[in-house]
């Protein structure tokens, strides 16, 4: 499909950003004094800027953006409504939950709004991969694995930002150097193991398509006879090949690949095992992680083939 960046930086940037709010959020109440106070806030703060961006972003892809109050009108059946819900309530929770931590305030209510904070990241980042995952025409996508992928890089992208937001005012605790190390192996196997997916034989076939697996058999006929496709119905370019036909990616797909792997997950993880160091070393990495992020991003919508594909000339999607 033909990817659209207005897509790409929302779910990377977003992404990046509940990630953050996640961790941020569950140090915060599972041991307060695990991050420097002002990392607390400023780490918080940040992610929601990201998270609030990234919406954002997410509107130009609409034929008519200012429709986009109508995404939380199918709450029950829709992901994107079950998105949009549980981001309304995200603002207001995250917004007063900052201020709390902006001013040293470590009551109940900080731990409430803390515990809010992570369910409704966690809940986001899972209803935005499963807008993907529960779409059956499109088999790249409609796998587990597309919600595990979404929730694992968030959190390995807002890890590496909240160790560069800790590292502002002494070295970046050694136990978040490591839980960014065990997040950013776990997130390169699970991308790993979702593009030997991808590439392995399934699919669609034209005859599956048309309800006829076992081809069609007419009486007296000596052989059966498998579906087909006599003619595409067009004699140039339509609006389906245009964006479902999408191929740049069949043809770049290794060299992108390699670029994600190695800025989204080598320099990154190289760097962390070495120990991390100064804020700037920090945030150059967490950029580049984000970098790395949006071309694996690109991949993941490049490389989705919708079945409409099979009455256009593939052989399977």
């Not at 790409?8 to 959020?25: N, R």
């Not at 191929?247 to 990154?268: E, H, K, M, Q």
């Not at 962390?272 to 970098?291: E, N, R, T, Y």
Request: hydrophobic residues 55%; glycine residues 10%.
């Amino acid at each position: 499909m033909k990817p659209a960046f207005s897509i790409i930086f929302f779910t990377v940037g977003s992404g990046a950003g509940l990630g953050l709010l996640a961790l941020v959020a569950l140090f915060d109440l599972v041991s307060p004094d695990f991050l420097p106070s002002q990392a607390v806030w400023r780490s918080a703060l940040l992610a929601l800027i990201l998270i609030a961006a990234g919406l954002a972003s997410s509107t130009m892809h609409l034929a008519n953006p200012k429709n986009a109050w109508r995404s939380l009108a199918r709450v029950r059946t829709s992901w994107l409504s079950r998105e949009a819900a549980s981001a309304l309530a995200l603002f207001p929770a995250a917004g007063i939950y900052i201020v709390l931590a902006a001013k040293g305030n470590a009551g109940a209510a900080r731990a409430v709004l803390a515990l809010a904070s992570v369910l409704l990241a966690w809940s986001v980042l899972f209803c935005t991969a499963m807008i993907y995952a529960s779409l059956k025409p499109i088999r790249q996508w409609h796998t587990w694995l597309t919600p595990l992928n979404y929730v694992l890089l968030g959190h390995w992208s807002g890890a590496l930002l909240l160790a560069t937001i800790a590292s502002t005012e002494a070295a970046a605790p050694a136990g978040l150097l490591i839980l960014a190390t065990v997040l950013g192996f776990v997130a390169l196997a699970a991308k790993l193991a979702y593009w030997v997916w991808v590439g392995s034989r399934g699919g669609t076939t034209l005859s599956h398509a048309v309800g006829v697996d076992a081809g069609v058999r007419a009486p007296g006929a000596p052989a059966t006879v498998r579906a087909r496709l006599f003619d595409a119905g067009h004699s140039r370019g339509t609006f389906l090949t245009h964006e479902f036909g999408f191929v740049f990616a069949r043809r770049y797909a290794t060299i992108l690949r390699a670029i994600a792997l190695g800025l989204g997950f080598g320099l990154p993880l190289v760097y962390l095992i070495w120990g991390g160091g100064l804020w700037q070393a920090s945030l150059a990495v967490a950029l580049c992680c984000i970098v790395g992020l949006l071309v694996e991003r690109w991949l993941f919508f490049a490389e989705a083939r919708h079945t409409v594909r099979l009455y256009h000339g593939d052989a399977r999607t």
